[in-house]
T-cell receptor
Framework: QQQVKQSPQSLIVQKGGISIINCAYENTAFDYFPWYQQFPGKGPALLIAIRPDVSEKKEGRFTISFNKSAKQFSLHIMDSQPGDSATYFCAASSNGGTSYGKLTFGQGTILTVHP | DADVTQTPRNRITKTGKRIMLECSQTKGHDRMYWYRQDPGLGLRLIYYSFDVKDINKGEISDGYSVSRQAQAKFSLSLESAIPNQTALYFC????????????????FGDGTRLSIL
């Protein structure tokens, strides 16, 4: 059972546009929501993360929006650049219970930014 | 040198063969993980280890086994490989911060692409 559902599966954006990737989770015990970025031939790398005590976190052109009541969170990439073309994964974990110390990943989104 | 090193990077083998994938890390982290990545399924946890004497099954452990030879080394074995184990395999590490950190970033190696014919 996939506890974190990610959409869309693929996304094409023009340079300078906004890329938006959405995730929904089921386990209300999750309290840590990171996003990972993966380039071809490389492993995923942490991009940005949020905890549920805030509704938004921004780092440069990357923003996570978090809606606890809807159990949804999203990644926004402003002014998207060709160098942002990669696969993006959302994930979730908890600081206790059966999900302690483990990440549950979404299915991934392949982002292509055209010049 | 990479902080998390996986060997081999690529492997092609035949059904029924025993295969071992190795992972070593220089980050000094106590937690290590094995995942497999399949298109459209994301990364799924196979096994994880919070210290040398701790081994736990993940979401999809059937057909796999692991060994934590030292804090820095964690290997994944396929005892009798089958074609549906063809995938990209990743090792990752994280720091427990002395046991206080359930939610810590994971650091990934660059993966092993495994093909089973």
């Amino acid at each position: 059972q996939q506890q974190v559902k990610q959409s869309p599966q693929s996304l094409i954006v023009q340079k300078g546009g906004i890329s938006i990737i959405n995730c929904a989770y089921e386990n209300t015990a999750f309290d840590y929501f990171p996003w990972y970025q993966q380039f071809p031939g490389k492993g995923p790398a942490l991009l940005i993360a949020i905890r549920p005590d805030v509704s938004e976190k921004k780092e440069g052109r990357f923003t996570i929006s978090f809606n606890k009541s809807a159990k949804q969170f999203s990644l926004h990439i402003m002014d998207s650049q060709p160098g942002d073309s990669a696969t993006y994964f959302c994930a979730a974990s908890s600081n206790g219970g059966t999900s302690y110390g483990k990440l549950t990943f979404g299915q991934g989104t392949i982002l292509t930014v055209h010049p | 040198d990479a902080d998390v090193t996986q060997t081999p990077r690529n492997r092609i083998t035949k059904t029924g063969k025993r295969i071992m994938l190795e992972c070593s890390q220089t980050k000094g982290h106590d937690r290590m993980y094995w995942y497999r990545q399949d298109p459209g399924l994301g990364l799924r946890l196979i096994y994880y280890s919070f210290d040398v004497k701790d081994i736990n099954k993940g979401e999809i452990s059937d057909g796999y086994s692991v060994s934590r030879q030292a804090q820095a080394k964690f290997s994944l074995s396929l005892e009798s490989a089958i074609p549906n184990q063809t995938a990209l395999y990743f090792c990752a590490t994280s720091d427990s911060l002395g046991g206080a950190g359930g939610n810590q970033p994971q650091h990934f190696g660059d993966g092993t692409r495994l093909s089973i014919l």
